[in-house]
C-alpha cells in the first residue's frame, strides 16, 4: 500500500516509537534515508519521500543514516494472507537463504515458480529478491563494522558476500563510503559479537523470561537472573556450527542486547533472525492492545514467546501433553541428555545442543520411550522428525499457516491442540487459539472447547496474544494438553 505523506511526515515531527521499523523517510537534500525516530533535526517536508522498508529507500538511491542507524530498527510481522508468499521469502532472505543458493531455491522451498516469486516480492517490496538481499547483507555488514572488530574478510563472510572484493565494491556503491573508512569513522567497537536488536514498546521483559525459564530444558537453556541463555546448532551447506547466545533488556533502549558466541559468526543471520522471533521483536502493542482492549490492560507489552528452534519447541510441545510444565521439562532433559550433542560454553549448565530431526528420524521410538515418555508420544516424536528430515514438512514463520497445521494434525499423535501451540511459537501465527486448552478454558468459565473458539473470533486476528493474556489473567497457570 502507498504510505500517505501528510500523516508519515507527522509522525517524523513527533518521533513517535510505535511508527518506529514501519516506514523509512528518504531525504531528497542529502540522499540519506533514516528511522522516523532519528534525531537530527526534521527536514523540510517537501524534500521527504516514505517508504515501507529498507530495500525500497536504497533502490532509489538513498544511503543509510549514519546517527539512527536504519539496520537496528524492528521488524514488522504481517498476517496479510495475499502477501505471504512475499513475506516468507524475506523471512527466508534475512535468515540467509540466498547467500548459498539462488533465486530458483527459494522459489521451490515456497513451491512456486520463480517467476511468480520475482512477481509478487516485486509487488510487496518494490526490489527484487536480490536487491532485497542485498540490503539485508550490506545492513549486518554495516553494523558488524560498527560494532565489533571483525577483520573485514570476515565480515563480508558473516554478512553473506562470497568475497572481500564483491563486499567492498557493493559496499562503495551503495553507500559512497570503503568498510573501512566507516569503521574509522565508528564510535569505536567491541572484541565481542554483540549486537542490538529494538523493539516496539511497551515490552513484558519480566513476562517473557518468566514463561521462557519456566519451559527451558536443562543443558540447553537457562536463565540468569534477568539474562538469557542458549546453545544453539545450525545448519549451512558445509555442516552444522554450535555454540551459544546471551540476551538481556538494554536499560536506557528499547533495544535487547544479544551476545552471539564467536563460532557462530558465519550463521549471523539466521542467529539473529531467531532471536528475533524467540522474543517477539516484530509485535506491534498498539495494533493488538486496540484489538484485546479490557483483556490487554493489565499487562500491556505481554508477547507471544516464539522458539530459536522450530522441532525443539516441536518436541517439548509433545512432550508437554497431559502433563504439568515441570513434568515436561524433566522428559526434555532425558531426552536432550540421551540424544543431544556435547558444546562448551563459558556458562555452567549449558552443555549441549539440541539433536536435529535427522538424528531422531533414525531412532527407534522404543528408545525414546525408554526414557519415560509415553509410547504414542514416542512415535510421534519420531513421525515428526522424519517429515521434517524427509521436506514433507517444514516448520517457522515463512510457511503456508493453514496447510501446515493441517499437515501436523495428519501425524500420528498430534492434534489439534499441539498444532495451533506449535503454530503460535514456532509458525509465529499471531491468530493461533488452542481452543482445547485448560487454562483458556477456565479463564473463559466454559468447558467447550467450540465455545470458546466461538468467542474468541472478537480477538482475531491477534487470537495467539489473547491466548497469552488469558493464560495470564488470573486463571491457574496452564496444563499444556490435547482435550
Known sequence: MPLEHAPCYQALLARDTRFDGRFFVGVTSTGIYCRPVCTVKAPKAQHCRFFDNAASAEAQGFRPCLRCRPELAPGYASVDAAARCARAAALRIQDGSLNEAGVDALAAQLGVTDRHLRRVFRAEFGVSPVQYAQTQRLLLAKQLLTDTTLPLTEVALASGFGSLRRFNALFKARYRLSPGALRKAGPGASDELRFELAYRPPLDW????????????????????????????????????????????????????????????????????????????????DDIAAVLGPLAAPRPGLRVPGCFDSFEMSVRAILGQQVSVRAASTLAARFVERFGTTVATPFAGLTRTFPTPAQIAATAPDAIAALGIVGNRARAIVALAQALADGNLQLGPAVDIESTIEQLCELPGIGPWTAHYIAMRALAWPDAFPAADMGVLKALGTRSAREAQQRSHIWQPWRAYAVMHLWHGGAAAPVENIA
Do not use: M
Open 206 to 285: 519480566a513476562g517473557l523470561l518468566a514463561f521462557l525459564g519456566g519451559r527451558a530444558i536443562p543443558g540447553v537453556e537457562q536463565l540468569d537472573g534477568d539474562i538469557y541463555r542458549r546453545t544453539a546448532h545450525i545448519q549451512r551447506e558445509s555442516g552444522w556450527l554450535s555454540g551459544w547466545i546471551e540476551v538481556k533488556a538494554v536499560a536506557d533502549r528499547h533495544a535487547l542486547a544479544v551476545t552471539v558466541a564467536p563460532a557462530l559468526a558465519p550463521v549471523l543471520p539466521a542467529v539473529l533472525n531467531r532471536v528475533k522471533l524467540l522474543f517477539d521483536l516484530a509485535c506491534r502493542p
